[in-house]
């Protein structure tokens, strides 16, 4: 079965690693064969916390749906253990969602950097953005955040509202020496592209800035045009709200899992092994919420919400990595 899964093909950016003889126009079998090695084995070698610790910044009044969302995702893929950063207001709320999640309301504190900072220590990958809202204040503290982040050398992936700061403040994250995966729809990546002039400025703004532009096919954009990829398979018509969230939160899984194995990723040719480790989360994590999507629609049809895909990460999960 696995075999015949992997025979099939995915639409893709036909440049994919086309400098590369052996890896020129990629097949699922050559990216998988790049990416299993770094999906951590079930084999009780790990101790609790080593398969990832993943940190979520959002959660507001309004919207704490897509932090837990974002957070069981990245639970479900295989992170041990999640923290939820969030307003005092949502963390009740989220509290009750799961118990898995840790949950810190920490974001409309006084001294919430002060507060924050020594958590940071502990995670593998942080995502801001999933609920964030536009609250001014809440954006100074966020900002505050990520200029530590930047300093602390985490990598870190935006979405929702966090693409919106980043969007009126771009200086945020010229200077990151980490991965930053930017994950924006399509009115997201408008406003991206008329504040840095195109794919073009987005490419040369900062060489471990990616991103992953998300849509009926999704696309992944950096700075070497050979690790740029698209695919459109699976997923459905159903645009019920959440699904970012999934996605978010299970790319912070598979960036800690290809980073923390990007040495044993053997391309056989020079390449930046940070990006290329970039590279294979993004296209995992697409492909997999793509078919948690089309398997949960097959049931529900129109009536399918983010919750109902929950359901389906780990029988998507095992079909494609077979783990």
């Known amino acids: 079965m ?15 690693f086309s400098q590369f003889s052996k890896y020129s126009k990629m097949d699922r079998t050559k990216i998988f064969n790049l990416l ?16 990832g610790r993943i940190g979520i910044v959002g959660g507001s009044l ?12 990245a639970l479900k893929v295989g992170a041990d253990l999640v923290h939820i950063f969030c307003t005092n207001s949502a963390a009740t709320v989220i509290k009750s969602y799961s118990p898995e999640l840790i949950v810190h309301p920490l974001l409309d504190k006084v001294d919430a950097i ?62 990151f020496t980490s991965p930053i995966i930017l994950t924006p729809n399509k009115i997201e990546f408008e406003r991206l592209s008329c504040k840095l002039n195109g794919l073009t400025g987005l490419q040369g703004f900062n060489k471990n800035v990616t991103l992953l532009r998300k849509g009926a096919t999704d696309e992944f954009y950096c700075c070497n045009p050979d690790l740029e990829w698209k695919i459109n398979e699976a997923g459905s018509g159903r645009r019920c709200g959440g699904q970012g ?15 923390a194995s990007r040495e044993n990723i053997n391309v056989e040719i020079p390449v930046d092994k940070m990006l290329l480790a970039t ?30 895909m929950v359901e389906y990460i780990h029988e998507a999960f095992t079909e494609l990595y077979g783990q």
């Open 2 to 16: 696995m075999l015949n899964l992997l025979k099939r093909q995915i639409v893709m950016k036909h440049s994919y």
């Open 36 to 51: 299993l090695p770094s999906i951590p084995p079930l084999d009780g070698t790990h101790h609790k916390g080593q398969a």
């Open 62 to 73: 309004e919207y704490t749906g897509a932090p837990y969302f974002s957070g069981m995702a």
């Open 114 to 175: 002060k507060e924050i900072s020594p958590w940071l220590e502990r995670l593998h990958v942080i995502v801001i953005g999933p609920g964030l809202g536009r609250d001014p204040k809440t954006f100074d503290v966020v900002s505050d955040l990520i200029k530590l982040i930047s300093v602390k050398q985490i990598p870190l992936i935006i979405d929702a509202d966090g693409l919106f700061l980043i969007t009126e403040n771009p200086d945020l994250i010229r200077n």
């Open 245 to 259: 969230d999934l996605l978010s939160g299970s790319i912070a899984t598979f960036l800690h899992w290809t980073i």
């Open 279 to 308: 590279s294979l989360s993004c296209f995992a994590a697409s492909l997999l919420i793509r078919k948690c999507n089309a398997k949960a629609f097959q049931v529900k049809g129109r009536s399918m919400l983010a919750t109902d």
